[in-house]
């Protein structure tokens, strides 16, 4: 029996559905996004298969010839986004931005093969080529040096945006004086108060221009864009998606693969280390140039559990924070450590919930056993959906939906842990 409020998510994923891509949300987010439609398409999962397989279809449609899969598709223009395709000047067809974003796609893939059938195994094997394709652009663009950690050349290639890890990393970015007049079209649509500031937005145009001029030459970002930092949420969904790929490498016997893939597990063992700030005692993030760590806990270093990294020790560690952390907001888990002076419980990642973050975060604590900390995230989400509806984060001392309203990835969390199916078992 589904509730009303599945009807309404299963409505709210119709509604965005562009007609084989999913937009996150409509006018604030008016294409394809990476790994919003990886999340849309385990939402599409629960009551239509193969349109959930098209939806990663069409996202691994936009892969560069290098192997990325873009953070956003511009599969038609339109002025209610800024900066479009003529600020990114991808040269793909079609056009796209260019940097990736966490890749949770090959952990959704396995998702859907360990749920389903034959049919399931077919498209997945259609796509595993290019699903190795991405993971070996990611650690040899994003760790040209092989040292097990992959850095991210702009803060929205994490998927956290304006979080505060980026500060270290933004406060070090010096604005051209030619970066030119530009007209932001997201503070027209949501309160200027939960957005980015006017100095942010011109750093984050900074390393676009950079990234333009040199055509997108990755290994040339890594190595001397004015952005390089090492982010817990990245490296932690690509070891777990590294995993998975290995995981599915088995299945459909591509047995060439799987050296390659043990490699990248191997070295990201100890390359997760360097994200461990023994000042914190916690996984933070990392400014690859000076070596400066963020002194800040964030919903992604919570992650540890979900790609298993780290000893037993730190996983202790994590824990404690969690709780420490849970038992200062009413509903957890903040994208910013409560504590800290630069959290803000309603600014875009310096603070609120996101529901696709925690039901990453609850994976990997049921996964490590903590089973009553997991228990308590999902019931927060749960509570935030039922009292809110389908926003796109939360504020996590009120409870208060923000940003857009009816949001396909909060859609699909809630579709995936509410209707009892396999897929919310595995979570
Ligand atoms: C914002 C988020 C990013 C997400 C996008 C579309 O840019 O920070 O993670 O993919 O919105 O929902």
Redesign the pocket.
Known sequence: MRSSLDEEAIGILKANDRGGFTV??ARL?PYQ????SAFAALGFAEFDRDRAWREIETLFEAQWPDGMVP?IVFRQNDPDYFPGPAIWQSNTEPPSSGHS?PPVTASIVLRLVESGGTADIERARALFDRMLAFHRWFHAMRDPEDTGLVGIIHP?ES???NCPDWDIGMDRIVVPDDLGPYQRRDTEHIDPAERPSAEQYDRYLTIIKFGRECGWDHVEMARNGPFYMGDPGVQFILMRADRDLLRLAELLGERSAQSEIAHWLERARDGCQLLWNPAVNAFCARDLRTREFSDGITSASMLAFYAGAGSDEQRDAMAAHARRILDDVEFGFPSFDPTHPRFESKR??RGPVWAIINFLIVDGLNNAGETELADRIKADTRRLIETAGFY?YFDPRTGEGLGGADFT?TAAVHLVWGSGSTNSQAA
């Open positions: 996150p949300t987010y996004w990476n790994w919003d953070h974003q929205w998927g956290r945006d875009y990642w796109e990835w």
